[in-house]
């Protein structure tokens, strides 16, 4: 683990094999039968309504609920059998709705809290804090010595995302963090998120019941139904082939215009070319329906797709849009 001025990346794969969790006095099983992989570094959401199974199974990942059959393996080692279950929370940060900072503890103490059972040197640990502050977009000569009560639900929400990285885990839980925050901050905090997942690359696994919400931060989308997995998929194949009308009708897959909107400009992308000189930009994180208006706005036959500073990463046209939503 890294102590100098960067986070070290430390990576952590995810398999889920045949996850049955049957609770006492249930007609059916809240899981059944649940197979997946989830590769180092991947964004993935749990998709579907309440009651599906999605928090049951995120609390399976750091043993708050153990199966009744089933095994998961992180970085091909069963959690169940022979792992240290306080080990194995350590290794997994986890944020949840209702942020859960603790109310008598400044900001820079509520994200030191992994760091010190870990027993860091305060130095690093002092470090760490201020890193993190930075790239949640909270300055830290303002924020560090803030105790919860004093910033708003987005600001905590951010540092309950930083006090979740503090540890530098592999694995990252997010139990709808962003389910209680209003529309306009919820945004903001999902390009956060964005941004952190872009430089981090960690695997994440996070639960929403917010369609849009998924389909925008999504690598790959675990659709449930009733404890069962429909489909696990990218958002655009969720989108353009839906396993079942149950995933139609969640999705809203028959409305093009909604299509567009909710997915990302750098999902779908072609490479740039030496030999297309750049010009009218675009924001990865812009959604096809903004790149099509842009288009149409602009006459031109394609888009550059850059990132924050500018930088050319890609490029889109009319066609590549079109190809996208079939």
Request: aromatic fraction near 6%.
């Amino acid at each position: 683990m890294n102590s100098g001025g960067h986070l070290s990346i430390f990576m952590s794969g995810i398999r889920l094999e045949k996850i049955v969790k049957t609770f006492p006095g249930m007609k059916r099983p809240a899981l059944n039968d649940i197979n997946f992989t989830v590769q180092s570094g991947e964004f993935i959401v749990l998709l579907g309504p309440s009651g599906c199974g999605k928090t049951t199974l995120l609390k399976m990942v750091n043993r708050l609920y153990e199966p009744t059959s089933g095994d998961i393996l992180i970085d091909g080692e069963s959690i169940f059998n022979g792992m240290d279950v306080t080990e194995l929370r350590r290794r997994i940060g986890y944020v949840i709705q209702q942020i859960g900072l603790f109310p008598h503890m400044t900001v820079a103490q509520n994200i030191a809290v992994v760091p010190h059972l870990l027993k860091w040197p305060e130095g690093k640990t002092n470090e760490r804090v201020d890193r993190l502050l930075d790239m949640v977009a909270l300055p830290p000569d303002e924020y560090r010595e803030r105790y919860p009560a004093q910033m708003s639900g987005g600001q905590q929400q951010r540092v309950g995302v930083a006090r979740a990285l503090a540890g530098d885990p592999g694995v990252i839980l997010m139990d709808e963090p962003f389910g209680a925050i209003d529309a306009i901050t919820r945004t903001d905090l999902q390009d956060a998120l964005l941004r952190l997942q872009r430089r981090l690359r960690k695997t994440i696994l996070f639960v929403t019941h917010d369609v849009d919400e998924a389909l925008r931060l999504a690598d790959k989308i675990v659709v449930l139904h009733e404890g069962r997995l429909v489909q696990f998929d990218t958002p655009l194949k969720i989108l353009t082939e839906p396993k079942n009308d149950f995933v139609t009708e969640l999705v809203g897959a028959d409305d093009v215009v909604r299509q567009l909107g909710l997915v990302r400009v750098e999902k779908v992308m072609a490479p740039l070319s030496a030999h297309v000189p750049t010009k009218n930009l675009i924001h990865r994180d812009k959604s096809l329906r903004a790149a099509l208006s842009e288009l149409v706005k602009s006459k031109a036959d394609y888009l550059t797709v850059s990132d924050g500073s500018q930088r050319p990463l890609g490029f889109i046209t009319f066609d590549n849009i079109r190809d996208a939503i079939g």
